[in-house]
C-alpha cells in the first residue's frame, strides 16, 4: 500500500476477507491469486500511479482479515499512512515489512503455535512493537538514524534482548529490527 490506512487481523472463514475504502475509482486495489509448485500466493497491491495526492478529504483505507487456519508469510510494503497488524491467532512462518512514512502498530499476539521469524525495516514517524509474553522472544536490533526504547526485554548485547520465556518456551519468536529515522518502542 504507497498511501493510505492498512489494518491486518485474523478472523475470516476464507483465506482473504476484508473491505476497502477508497475516493477515487483509479485506487482501486489488484488483488491477484496464484498457485505455484503447490504454493498459493495472494497478492493485493495498490494500483501503480503518478497521481496519488491523497488529502485530508480523501480516503484509502484497507481492512484485511486473513484465515486463522492457514499458514501465511507475509511480505508488506508501507508508503505513507497509518498501519495496525494484529497476528495474534495467525499461522505465521515468517513476516517481512518495510515500513514507510507514518505510525505503524504491530501487535505480536499471545498465541504462537510454531517458531517464526519476524523482519521489520523501520521508516520515518513512530513504530510501535508488542511482543508476545509467553512466548520465546529473542529481538535483533540494527540501529540506524531513529531511536529505539526496548522495555520488558533483557538485554544481552548491544543490540540483542530477550524475554524472560526465551529458555523456557518451547516456541521462538525471532525479532529482527532495522530502524531507520523514526521512534521504534519495543514492549
Known sequence: IGAGQLR??????????????YSDIAWTPLIKYKVDDAKGYLI?????????????DDKYIW???FSENIPLYFNIELGAGMSNIYLDNLIISQFDMNMGVGKTEIDLGNKWMKDAAIHLNGGIGLSVIHLPKNVGGFLNNEKGLG?????????KSNS?????AFDKSKITLKVYLKTGIGKIEVD
Not at 15 to 21: A, Q
Not at 147 to 155: A, C, P
Request: proline share 2%; net charge negative.
Open 8 to 21: 491486518i487481523s485474523g478472523g475470516s472463514s476464507e483465506l482473504l476477507t476484508g473491505g476497502f475504502k
Open 44 to 56: 493485493v497491491k495498490q494500483p501503480d500511479s503518478d497521481n496519488y495526492n491523497i488529502d485530508n
Open 63 to 65: 481492512n484485511l482479515k
Open 147 to 155: 531511536s529505539v526504547d526496548v522495555n520488558n526485554m533483557i538485554k
Open 160 to 164: 540483542e534482548y530477550v524475554n524472560e
